[in-house]
C-alpha cells in the first residue's frame, strides 16, 4: 500500500474503533451512534481528529507519530 506514516485521521480511527471494540455495539450505524451503548462515534472521530490536528507538531507528540510509524510501518519519515 505504500503507507510510510499515519495521519491525524488514521489516529482517531484507531482511537475510536478501539473504544467500539470494547462496547457492547455489534455495528457501525449511518447516524454514527452505537444502537446500544449510545456512544457518538461520529462526534469521538471529529473531536480526536481535531485535537490531533492541533497537537500535531508538539514534540511530546512529535516522538509518539515516530514511535507509531516506526513500529507500525517500518517508516522513520515522520
Same mark, same amino acid.
Given at each position: 500500500? *505504500?503507507?510510510?506514516?499515519?495521519t491525524p *485521521? &488514521? &489516529? @482517531?480511527? *484507531?482511537w475510536?474503533a478501539?473504544?467500539?471494540? &470494547? +462496547?457492547p455495539?455489534?455495528?457501525?450505524?449511518?447516524?454514527?451512534? *452505537?444502537?446500544?451503548?449510545?456512544?457518538?462515534? @461520529? @462526534?469521538?472521530?471529529? @473531536?480526536?481528529k481535531q &485535537?490531533?490536528?492541533?497537537?500535531?507538531?508538539?514534540?511530546?507528540?512529535?516522538?509518539?507519530?515516530?514511535?507509531?510509524d516506526?513500529?507500525?510501518?517500518?517508516s522513520t +519519515?515522520?
Amino acid at each position: 500500500w *505504500g503507507i510510510t506514516s499515519c495521519t491525524p *485521521g &488514521l &489516529l @482517531a480511527w *484507531g482511537w475510536v474503533a478501539l473504544i467500539f471494540i &470494547l +462496547s457492547p455495539n455489534t455495528s457501525f450505524t449511518k447516524d454514527g451512534v *452505537g444502537v446500544k451503548s449510545c456512544l457518538p462515534y @461520529a @462526534a469521538m472521530f471529529t @473531536a480526536y481528529k481535531q &485535537l490531533w490536528v492541533t497537537l500535531w507538531e508538539e514534540p511530546r507528540i512529535l516522538l509518539i507519530r515516530q514511535q507509531i510509524d516506526c513500529h507500525v510501518w517500518q517508516s522513520t +519519515s515522520s
